[in-house]
């Protein structure tokens, strides 16, 4: 996968005979067109925030409360009034854009509701707002909108333009909604299509289980180990530099918005070789295994701040925050979520296991045990004796828990 140019598979559901799948694709604008796209991201935004101030107003001072129907009623009193604005962008994406602040007001009702941390909707400043949404291809929008060209791919944005696709892989199944994302410098473009056929891979009646790690991204009970890159703490010196170098400017200014440019540029070079990873380390086992069993990890409980309160102040807060820091950059989540659509593509089970006491427990007699791991890599039991790589052992013992789990269910 290359570095200007990649695919992300974002979702994998059933869809009649096929699946939906989203290809996210980089665009090659113009200097003109990505002007224009960033004044469509400016005026969204200004929309998105108008929408929210209208709600927050009339409940605060009327206990009214505004809806996504009453706001997409407004729509075209708001694009007559401003026709050079407002009014030359898609309707339907601006409705796209109200929906979006509903959903987030249904959100935090739903957390209000279920006793978490409410998170009130914000309004978006700049730079936080870098995604529009066209709900229905061929309107305001149109895919392959030169077909007839014989080398280029274009996307036709209404108020853009013909934009050129830098597609460097075919995009199958039906086009259902377009969307442009911003990340840095680069523009891309995301569609979501239904009826992609399913690409199953010929059966494979081989099991096995994963250990995920930090010493080794993935540990398979063949005895296999996956590298982590940790491409965080390889960027890590150039990434200290850029950021030291963006707090010495001036809040405002030029150098600040281009030091702030290159800070972002570096997370998301580090971002899409940690995708980049995950997607040959999972297709690697998806070719392999017809069963794979790994660990049900909770990695947003796993890498929560040690550092506690004033009252009760937390323990090792620096060796937490180190272990935190490299577990986020093995990249866990992503690995996981890359791993579950491939399999669900190619037609193999995904079996997610309970991990408590599988790096304890001996993969030979049983025994559990804190003291039977020796060190970091080293598993001894003090039962029977049995040795071995104390990641191997926990692979082991979850590739086990999970075809019990996959029996019983299966019995059931």
């Known amino acids: 996968m290359s570095a200007t140019a990649d695919i992300v ?16 694709l980089l665009l090659r604008p113009t200097g003109k067109q990505a002007a224009t796209l960033t004044q469509c991201l400016e005026d969204h935004r200004v929309l998105y925030n108008a929408a929210l101030e209208h709600r927050r107003t009339a409940y605060r001072k009327a206990g009214v409360t505004v809806r996504y129907g009453d706001q997409s009623g407004e729509l075209k009193h708001i694009r007559a ?21 509903d959903k987030a007001f249904a959100a935090f009702f739903r957390r209000v509701k ?19 949404e066209w709900p229905k291809d061929g309107d305001g929008c149109r895919w392959d909108s030169q077909p007839e060209h014989p080398t280029a791919t274009f996307v036709r944005l209404q108020g853009v333009g013909h934009v050129r696709v830098h597609q460097h ?45 930090v010493a080794s991204l993935v540990t398979t009970s063949d005895g296999e180990h996956v590298a ?11 990434l200290a530099a850029a950021q030291q170098a963006l707090a010495r400017k001036k809040r405002g200014s030029k150098r600040r918005r281009k030091a702030a440019a290159r800070v972002g540029a570096l997370h998301a070079k580090v971002r899409r070789q940690r995708l980049d990873g995950a997607h040959k380390a999972a297709l690697a086992l998806v070719r392999d295994y017809g069963v794979i069993v790994h660990e049900d990890l909770r990695i947003a409980n796993m890498t929560r701040s040690a550092v506690g309160t004033i009252e009760a102040p937390g323990r090792n807060v620096a060796q937490k925050s180190g272990l935190n820091r490299s577990i986020l950059d093995a990249g866990w989540g992503v690995f996981l979520t890359v791993l579950a659509h491939k399999a669900e593509s ?28 020796v060190t970091q890599a080293e598993f001894a039991c003090m039962a029977c004796g049995h040795t071995a790589h104390a990641d191997v052992n926990a692979a082991v013992n979850i590739l086990r828990a999970g075809l019990a789990l996959r029996e019983a269910a299966g019995a059931a």
């Open 228 to 238: 982590n890159p940790r491409h965080l703490h390889a960027s890590a010196d150039r």
């Open 81 to 101: 009034d401003d026709p050079a604005g407002q009014g030359r962008w898609s309707f339907s994406s601006q409705q796209a854009t109200l929906r979006r602040l």
């Open 9 to 24: 598979v974002i979702s994998l559901l059933s869809v009649g005979g096929g699946v939906r799948r989203s290809y996210t």
């Open 169 to 213: 892989r075919p995009v199958l199944g039906r086009v259902k909604t377009i969307s442009i994302k911003r990340e840095g410098s680069r523009w891309y473009v995301v569609l979501s299509c239904d009826d992609v056929p399913a690409q199953t891979l010929p059966a494979a009646g081989a099991v096995v289980g994963l250990d995920m790690g």
């Open 114 to 132: 279920a006793g978490q941390k409410p998170g009130f909707p914000r309004f978006k400043g700049r730079g936080w707002f870098d995604t529009v």
């Open 346 to 373: 190619a037609g193999r089970e995904l079996v997610a296991v309970n991990p408590a006491n599988t790096s304890r427990t001996c993969a030979r007699c049983g025994h559990c045990a804190k003291e039977n791991r």
